[in-house]
């Protein structure tokens, strides 16, 4: 059980393009889904934590119009890099927990992310 | 400072040897705590939480120290297998309500045969 899925597992595209990735709850209703960012040889930083139907709550540092979360459903939530650029080049990651204090996670596959 | 500390690695042993890691943190707030494993590319999968009074699955040992905010784990009978980066984790409560994840950047343990 707790199965997370997350979509695409890879994406390539050029600078300038918004890139939508997708993490699926299959099993559970998630209360709560998180969002993580991995760079080359540092640790996995949360970028964001959103709730079903309401608004995301961005960690610091982390610009909402740039990284665009939508929780719409109890077994959805995307992350829409908004004009991706070099930089942005990253492994996303997200979890969903049942519980409404966010523990436990269960991870997604992770996204890997290149802008050309 | 970072919030969770930890030696990088990698710490190369051959199979059937036994290896500790540390971990520090700085947030005596930190309410829960965690190993994580990750292989190249892949993502975080829980190991085991770690408490107090210790812990043990297996082969492996995970210890707190809350008065000195460190967190240990040991692997004993090392497995090729076991091969992977392993994350310390904590939680802090964010004003949401939520408790939040904070990963340390992982100590790579390479066994060989």
């Known amino acids: 059980g707790a199965v997370v899925s997350q979509h695409p597992s890879w994406v390539i595209c050029k600078s300038g393009t918004s890139v939508k990735i997708e993490c699926r709850s299959l099993?559970?209703?998630?209360?709560?889904m998180f969002w993580y960012r991995q760079f080359p040889k540092q640790s996995l930083m949360l970028m964001a934590t959103?709730?079903?139907?309401?608004?995301?709550?961005?960690e610091q540092g982390v610009e909402k119009d740039k990284f665009l979360i939508n929780h719409a459903s109890l077994t959805l939530s995307t992350l829409t890099v908004t004009s991706a650029h070099p930089e942005d080049s990253s492994f996303y990651i997200c979890?969903?927990?049942?519980?409404?204090?966010?523990?436990?996670?269960?991870f997604g596959d992770g996204t890997r992310l290149s802008i050309l | 400072r970072k919030e969770v500390e930890q030696d990088p690695g990698p710490f190369n042993v051959p199979e059937g040897a036994t290896v500790a890691f540390n971990c520090t943190y700085s947030?005596?707030?930190?309410?829960?705590f965690f190993w994580y494993r990750q292989d190249c590319r892949k993502e975080p999968k829980l190991l085991m939480s770690?408490?107090?009074s210790g812990n043990e699955d297996g082969r492996f040992t995970a210890q707190l120290n809350r008065a000195s905010q460190y967190i240990s784990l040991l692997i004993r009978d090392s497995k090729l297998s076991d091969s992977a980066t392993y994350l310390c984790?904590?939680?802090?409560?964010?004003?949401?309500?939520?408790?939040?994840?904070?990963f340390g950047t992982g100590t790579r343990l390479l066994v060989s045969p």
């Open positions: 947030n005596s707030a930190s309410q829960s």
């Open positions: 979890s969903a927990s049942r519980a409404l204090g966010g523990q436990p996670q269960h």
């Open positions: 959103s709730n079903e139907g309401s608004k995301a709550t961005y």
């Open positions: 984790v904590v939680t802090l409560s964010l004003n949401t309500g939520f408790q939040k994840l904070v």
């Open positions: 099993d559970f209703q998630a209360t709560t």
């Open positions: 770690v408490y107090s």
